[in-house]
């Protein structure tokens, strides 16, 4: 039965019904169970040392063909005699005869999904194939029919290609993908970056969301680095969607360096610094838990003029509100210092009177109405007090905008502003458990798009993010993670995450993701498609620099 060129179709007894399709055979089904997965004896002319955990397989049962994960990959053999007496390896005669006869490697398999033979709807797996079926290669048309197929003006969104299957497309469903907050996690230098730009890509060509990115190294807006040594560089978004992408440069400077054609600078008065943003930089700045509620109370006293107080206080000033307010004068001197330091290290941006900057809040809501996608770049105010403070006050103040807007439309969808999706690198910086309860990032996360606003976290140590948090991400691409912390925190609420565990573990080190959720409907390994290269771009189609900013955004509820 087991096939000899490795192309026959599997289980050729059992080929009663239209839908088998010409899988290369893997091998046949031995044993196993709903928990703990199938075992298949491995058959045919493959060596076990091909066969990779990851791998996407089909099991072809009696009545239902079952779509399943290689979970493990082992040895066996049929009797305890040959492993007391193995033949040397330098015996190829005797090796030849025995393996994968008496001595063979077996595979785990994980089902993820079922459905009957002859039939078009899956399920989820309920129970276990029948001893000796047949077990094969999935083909391009069963990947089609549970991941989707693009399609112009479709939903759905290549991102990859199944483990050893480089030609066929897994696709992501764009409009499951934006209903909730995402992560894409993985140790430096394994992809998180391209993914997300690949992501961002498909979430903008097809307009499921407006987006903003918080840049923090310059990777989003006009140009990526690369390692790849044979380029110098790889294009961003703004190279791909001209007018569709806005950047706000945080240090023109540093942009003008570089060549980056950026529309606007973002400059913050101190008036728009709010107690809950120097709660977040609690140990960037070094604070004690009395500094945060000092913040509190000078915020209660002053309003939006707290901070420039604070800084031109006295010594006798300081005694002063200390009295007045029952603060402790010990703690504001010393917050008054750290914040003094904070505004030294932040005033290329930073700017004391409102008067003299224009309101980036405003610009920034006036191009995410539009359906314009901000980038906005950091240049030289990349160090993490920097990037924090920026983004946690636009982002709470473009939040609180959503917010009214949502209300206003009162449930009438066509008044709703456009679903935004907000891209923020490191992200357990800002979800870590201390802080997710009280920033705005947190409470984005775990409101689940009731005011159309939903988050793209890229991490690579998504142990330090809130398990709440975790649990509430829809999709979650997560390229190689060894810490065993970070793979159980990636796996936070997953049934059946056991085993995944191995599978998670065992990523190459670079372009390969496991993508699970609300967006796929089964977990698969896939080699992430490769960003930019002139497929990429084809893909993109025709892009027009001096199109209109105005984007139809009507038809995206
Ligand atoms: N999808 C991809 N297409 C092309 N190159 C990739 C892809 N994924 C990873 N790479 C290569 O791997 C390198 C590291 O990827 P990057 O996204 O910067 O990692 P991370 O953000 O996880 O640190 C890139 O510079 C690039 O050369
Ligand atoms: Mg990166």
Same mark, same amino acid.
């Given at each position: 039965?087991?096939?000899t060129?490795?192309?026959n !179709?599997?289980?050729?007894?059992?080929?009663?019904?239209?839908?088998?399709?010409d899988?290369?055979?893997?091998?046949?089904?031995? #044993?196993?169970?709903?928990q703990?997965?199938?075992q298949i004896k491995?058959?045919?002319?493959?060596?076990?040392?091909?066969?990779?955990?990851g791998?996407?397989v089909?099991?072809e049962?009696a009545?239902?063909?079952?779509?399943?994960?290689?979970?493990?990959?082992a040895?066996d053999?049929t009797? !305890?005699?040959i492993?007391?007496?193995?033949?040397?390896? %330098?015996d190829?005669?005797?090796?030849?005869?025995?393996?994968?006869?008496?001595?063979y490697?077996?595979?785990?398999?994980?089902?993820?999904?079922m459905?009957?033979?002859?039939g078009?709807e899956?399920?989820?797996?309920k129970t276990?194939?029948?001893h000796f079926?047949? &077990?094969?290669e999935a083909?391009? +048309?069963d990947i089609?029919?549970?991941?989707g197929?693009?399609?112009?003006?479709g939903?759905?969104?290549?991102?990859g290609?199944? $483990?050893d299957?480089?030609?066929i497309?897994v696709?992501?469903d $764009?409009s499951?993908?934006?209903?909730r907050?995402?992560?894409?996690?993985?140790?430096?230098?394994?992809g998180?970056?391209?993914?997300? #730009?690949?992501?961002l890509?498909?979430?903008?060509?097809?307009?499921k969301?407006?987006?903003l990115?918080?840049?923090m190294h310059?990777?989003?807006?006009?140009?990526?680095s690369?390692?790849?040594?044979?380029?110098?560089?790889?294009?961003?978004?703004?190279?791909?969607?001209?007018?569709? @992408? %806005?950047?706000?440069?945080?240090?023109?400077? %540093?942009?003008?360096?570089?060549?980056?054609?950026?529309d606007?600078?973002?400059?913050?008065p101190?008036?728009?610094?709010?107690?809950?943003?120097?709660?977040?930089l609690? +140990?960037?700045?070094n604070?004690n838990p009395?500094?945060?509620?000092?913040?509190?109370?000078?915020e209660?006293?002053?309003g939006k003029?707290?901070?420039?107080?604070?800084?031109?206080m006295?010594?006798e000033?300081?005694?002063?509100?200390?009295e007045?307010?029952?603060?402790n004068a010990?703690?504001?001197?010393? $917050?008054?210092r750290?914040?003094g330091?904070?505004?030294?290290?932040?005033?290329?941006?930073?700017?004391?009177s409102?008067?003299?900057v224009?309101?980036?809040?405003?610009?920034?809501m006036?191009?995410?109405?539009?359906?314009v996608?901000?980038?906005?770049?950091?240049?030289?105010y990349?160090?993490?007090?920097?990037?924090?403070l920026?983004?946690n006050?636009?982002?709470?103040?473009?939040?609180e905008?959503?917010?009214k807007?949502?209300? &206003?439309?009162?449930g009438?969808?066509?008044?709703?502003?456009t679903?935004l999706?907000?891209?923020i690198?490191e992200?357990?910086?800002?979800?870590?458990?201390?802080?997710?309860?009280?920033?705005?990032?947190?409470?984005i996360?775990?409101e689940? #798009?009731?005011?159309?606003?939903?988050l793209? @976290?890229?991490?690579?140590?998504p142990?330090g993010?809130?398990s709440e948090?975790l649990?509430?991400?829809?999709?979650r691409?997560?390229?190689?993670?060894?810490d065993?912390?970070?793979?159980? &925190?990636v796996?936070?609420?997953?049934?059946?995450a056991?085993?995944?565990?191995?599978?998670?573990?065992s990523?190459?080190?670079?372009?390969?993701?496991l993508l699970?959720?609300?967006?796929?409907p089964m977990?698969?390994?896939?080699q992430s498609r490769?960003?930019? +290269?002139?497929?990429?771009?084809?893909s993109?189609?025709e892009?027009?620099?001096t199109a209109s900013?105005?984007?139809?955004?009507? +038809?995206?509820?």
């Open positions: 039965m087991a096939s060129n490795g192309h !179709p599997i289980s050729s007894h059992l080929s009663l019904t239209a839908v088998d399709r899988r290369k055979s893997l091998g046949t089904v031995v #044993r196993g169970s709903l703990t997965g199938i491995v058959t045919g002319e493959q060596s076990v040392e091909e066969i990779r955990a791998k996407f089909v099991i049962g009545k239902h063909e079952f779509f399943a994960m290689i979970t493990d990959v040895l053999c009797s !305890p005699q492993l007391a007496d193995p033949p040397a390896p %330098s190829t005669f005797m090796r030849s005869i025995l393996t994968g006869v008496s001595a490697g077996t595979v785990t398999l994980k089902p993820l999904l459905r009957p033979r002859g078009v899956f399920e989820p797996v276990v194939p029948a079926s047949g &077990a094969g083909t391009e +048309d089609a029919d549970i991941f197929a693009e399609t112009e003006g939903n759905h969104f290549h991102i290609a199944p $483990l299957m480089n030609e497309q696709c992501l $764009l499951r993908l934006v209903e907050s995402n992560g894409i996690f993985g140790k430096s230098g394994t998180k970056t391209f993914l997300t #730009r690949i992501c890509c498909g979430v903008i060509k097809h307009k969301a407006v987006n990115v918080f840049d310059g990777e989003y807006g006009w140009q990526g690369t390692e790849d040594v044979t380029r110098a560089g790889v294009r961003g978004l703004k190279q791909y969607f001209g007018s569709q @992408v %806005s950047i706000f440069t945080m240090d023109p400077e %540093s942009s003008r360096r570089r060549s980056v054609p950026f606007r600078q973002v400059r913050i101190y008036s728009q610094i709010e107690a809950e943003d120097i709660q977040l609690q +140990d960037e700045l604070l009395t500094a945060a509620e000092t913040t509190y109370l000078l209660r006293h002053y003029k707290w901070l420039a107080e604070l800084l031109d006295e010594g000033d300081i005694k002063a509100f200390a007045m307010s029952g603060a010990m703690s504001v001197g010393a $917050l008054q750290k914040l330091r904070m505004a030294k290290e932040c005033e290329g941006f930073l700017i004391k409102a008067a003299d224009d309101d980036a809040v405003r610009e920034i006036g191009c995410l109405l539009k359906g996608n901000v980038v906005l770049e950091y240049g030289q990349r160090k993490p007090l920097q990037y924090m920026v983004a006050i636009l982002t709470r103040k473009i939040h905008e959503y917010v807007l949502t209300e &206003a439309a009162g009438d969808r066509g008044k709703m502003p679903p999706m907000i891209t690198e992200a357990h910086k800002f979800l870590s458990p201390s802080l997710a309860r009280q920033t705005s990032f947190g409470i996360a775990r689940l #798009r009731k005011y159309n606003v939903t793209l @976290v890229v991490d690579q140590r142990s993010i809130d948090v649990s509430q991400l829809g999709t691409i997560t390229c190689l993670l060894n065993e912390r970070d793979i159980d &925190a796996l936070t609420g997953i049934s059946g056991s085993a995944l565990r191995g599978v998670l573990a990523l190459d080190s670079k372009q390969q993701a699970l959720g609300h967006a796929v977990p698969v390994v896939v490769t960003y930019d +290269d002139s497929e990429f771009r084809r993109m189609g892009f027009n620099r900013a105005e984007v139809d955004t009507s +038809d995206w509820k």
